[in-house]
């Protein structure tokens, strides 16, 4: 029987200290958040962060964009955030309206306010193993691996999903803990192949139970990323927990796994970028 990883208490664990270092070290941090359009999902996601803020003692400001914005109303409101003195993190929600290019938007984030790592020159930073903002999702994972002792040296990890906000940076981040890294993803021939053999999953797909008992080996370390629904409207994952779990010897449920850790980085990476930009460290 494996070891579950409990995202959701760990968590717990680092809003708590950072909202005591707040206190204790009197800090003012802020977040922006920018919302733009009315994707469903996004706003549940937007009042998760907001309430995660709270606790920890970050000031949060939203702003809300119509759908029908236009690409230079949305940078002009990055440039604004860019040179609010007040505002230490920028994160703009994820998916965005059709016809807004994201990739420009994140690049406009000054990158000592991109908490959420995604400007070109944290993800270059991250590539190059120098200190940066490493995007939320990933870091949070790497957090989960530190805490329950699982060492990534010399072992076969496989990431299943190739997207800049987690395939690609969490195998980045595997790569700097010494593992021997495989990146999977829509085109890959056999699945099941690669896997076998792999010492630690993360799978970051969004296909509900893509990874089965049979494709893993005994002892595997699994942390699925996944978030789908299943036909009773349930949260679950990329992996069959039921029949992994009999044989992974430590595993993530969703929920209460990669979700909570996500926000956790995220307002670690506010915290930080409050720090760096007052120069109090
Ligand atoms: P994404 O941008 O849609 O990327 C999905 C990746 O999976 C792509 O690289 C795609 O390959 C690959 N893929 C699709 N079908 C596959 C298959 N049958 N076999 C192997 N690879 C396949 O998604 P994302 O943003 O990375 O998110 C992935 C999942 O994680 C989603 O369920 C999302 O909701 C969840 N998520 C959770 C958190 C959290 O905090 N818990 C955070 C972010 C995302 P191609 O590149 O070839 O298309």
New binding site residues.
């Given amino acids: 029987m494996s070891v579950l990883i409990n995202g959701k208490e760990l968590a717990k664990e680092i809003r708590l200290e950072l909202k005591e270092k707040v206190e204790k070290e009197n800090l003012s941090p802020m977040l922006a958040v920018i919302l733009c359009g009315d994707d469903a999902a996004s706003k549940v996601y937007v009042r998760n962060k907001s309430k995660a803020c709270d606790e920890v003692g970050i000031k949060f400001k939203e702003y809300l964009l119509p759908s029908e914005t236009k690409q230079e109303e949305l940078l002009s409101l990055i440039d604004k955030l860019n040179n609010d003195s007040e505002v230490d993190g920028i994160l703009l929600q994820s998916p965005i309206p059709k016809g807004l290019n994201i990739e420009e938007a994140f690049a406009r984030i000054s990158p000592e306010k991109d908490v959420d790592g995604f400007n070109p020159y944290n993800v270059g930073k991250l590539v190059i193993g120098e200190d940066g903002f490493i995007p939320c999702?990933p870091y949070g994972i790497m957090k989960m691996f530190e805490k329950y002792n699982i060492d990534l040296h010399g072992k076969k990890a496989v990431v299943?999903?190739?997207?800049n906000?987690?395939?690609k940076p969490t195998a980045q981040c595997l790569l700097s803990k010494n593992a021997t890294v495989t990146i999977?993803?829509?085109?890959?021939k056999d699945?099941k192949e690669e896997l076998k053999e792999a010492d630690v999953i993360v799978a970051?797909?969004?296909?509900r139970a893509?990874v089965k008992a049979d494709m893993v080996k005994d002892g595997v370390v699994v942390i699925d990323?996944?978030?789908?629904r299943n036909d009773e409207g349930k949260l679950c994952g990329?992996v069959d927990f039921e029949e992994v779990s009999k044989k992974a010897s430590y595993i993530t449920p969703v929920p209460g796994g990669?979700?909570p850790m996500?926000i956790a980085m995220l307002m670690n990476n506010v915290v930080k970028a409050h720090i760096q930009r007052n120069h109090k460290r």
């Fill in positions: 999702t299943i999903g190739r997207s906000i987690v395939g999977c993803h829509s085109k890959t699945l970051a797909v969004g296909v893509l990323v996944g978030m789908n990329d990669v979700g996500t």
